[in-house]
């Protein structure tokens, strides 16, 4: 029995042994990855984040005569939620109409006034008028008195015909006085009249033209589509309480899905490398199974700063080629695009490119040893890395760092130091 106990203790013994050595006896390469240099064409590539939009669209605007009355800024007090689906004249939103009621108020307030003036000046006019002319017939009877008078006195003394005679001269002048005084006078009634006619007729026009603006303030789609909100000057969607001004009164829009554009922003950097026509592959977030494509058709030449970053960025828009009904507006889309193809190099993913004060290299394995190889590196894309001297067909390199890579010897170039 004592036997059998030692034996089983031996064998536990050598167990824990094959244990630890399999633990403990390489830990070097425990953790190492290599992979070998890939040969042939390379993409360069640049990847940027953009968001889908519509290329054309039908614009959903507000009122016309905003500017017409005077009112510069009015509020959108409702509109239905972003991304509904609506048919021609249904109801999209509608605008605070305090002020225009308000307006509206005081134009009919002095309406009537003019309307009151209107009145006034008429009554007053006819009247002056009516004494006017009755003064003229009045003047003329008593110019016709003096002229019998004077047919009647031809038979007086010369002294008594010359004093009627110059009491129907006097009569002559007051009637052609009294005369041109009532043309005068109806020159000015006439005048007065068209001046708060005119005055009537602009107040009873504004009053209408502000009723007709007012029925605008219900805003309606002019055709079927998608209503999509309108950003504002800083970015956010203007939905409930936005301001729509009266020299840009647009309140949204209705995208045409047929043909979408991923709007993105390139940084300063990469901008040189864009050009028109470039082709394109787009991913979109929310559908990472779909694929399509698309080409380069606007560069801004202006760079601009985006809200809360430092960096100057470029405005790209790429058209998609293909339609697709799961594509909307503001939609996330992942774009990489194809700046330039090099053929027939050798190109290493970036990750296992390693650099020091003046050495750039990668870990090779050499056999069943590992050395530090110098690398000359060319161009690169979002992942790889183009290698111009230091490695060739064959190579396997580590992604990583060996735990003794102080140790590994080196392997210059020709030109290195």
Do not use: C
């Amino acid at each position: 029995m004592s036997t059998k106990r030692y034996l089983f203790i031996f064998a536990g013994i050598i167990l824990l042994a094959v244990v630890l050595y399999f633990i403990f006896a390489k830990p070097e390469k425990t953790g190492e990855i290599s992979v070998p240099v890939n040969f042939g064409s390379f993409p360069i590539e640049v990847t940027t984040t953009g968001e889908l939009i519509a290329k054309s669209s039908e614009k959903i605007y507000g009122p016309q005569g905003l500017r017409q009355i005077q009112i510069w800024q009015v509020k959108l007090q409702d509109i239905i939620p972003d991304g509904s689906v609506v048919d021609s004249g249904q109801y999209v939103a509608s605008l605070d109409r305090t002020e225009i009621s308000n307006r509206i108020k005081d134009e009919e307030t002095n309406l009537e006034k003019f309307e009151s003036q209107l009145i006034k000046t008429k009554l007053d006019t006819s009247l002056e008028l009516r004494n006017a002319r009755d003064e003229l017939i009045n003047l003329k009877y008593n110019l016709e008195e003096k002229k019998i008078a004077l047919d009647q006195s031809k038979y007086e003394p010369p002294a008594t015909i010359r004093q009627v005679q110059i009491d129907l001269e006097k009569g002559e002048r007051a009637f052609d006085q009294a005369d041109k005084n009532y043309k005068l006078r109806l020159e000015k009634a006439v005048a007065n009249m068209q001046e708060v006619t005119a005055s009537y007729n602009q107040a009873q026009r504004k009053l209408t033209q502000m009723n007709e603006v007012l029925k605008a303030f219900t805003i309606t789609a002019p055709k079927s589509g998608m209503v999509i909100y309108r950003r504002n000057w800083d970015g956010n969607k203007m939905g409930v309480g936005a301001t729509i001004s009266a020299w840009d009164n647009i309140v949204a829009e209705l995208p045409d899905l047929s043909e979408m554009i991923s709007k993105t922003y390139v940084n300063e950097i990469d901008i040189s490398k864009i050009k028109l026509g470039q082709s394109v592959q787009i991913g979109i977030d929310a559908f990472p199974e779909k694929k399509f494509t698309g080409k380069v058709t606007e560069v801004a030449n202006i760079g601009e700063q985006l809200q809360g970053t430092n960096a100057k960025v470029f405005e790209v828009k790429i058209l998609v080629h293909e339609f697709d009904s799961i594509l909307r507006p503001a939609m996330t889309t992942k774009n990489t695009i194809l700046t330039a193809t090099v053929d027939s190099v050798h190109f290493i993913p970036l990750e296992s490119v390693f650099n020091n004060d003046t050495l750039t290299f990668v870990y090779k394995k050499n056999g069943s040893q590992t050395i530090r190889q110098q690398i000359m590196v060319g161009l690169a894309n979002d992942n790889e890395i183009i290698v111009k001297e230091g490695l060739t067909d064959g190579d396997e390199i580590l992604l990583n760092a060996p735990e003794n890579n102080a140790k590994l010897k080196w392997s210059l170039l020709s030109s290195g130091p």
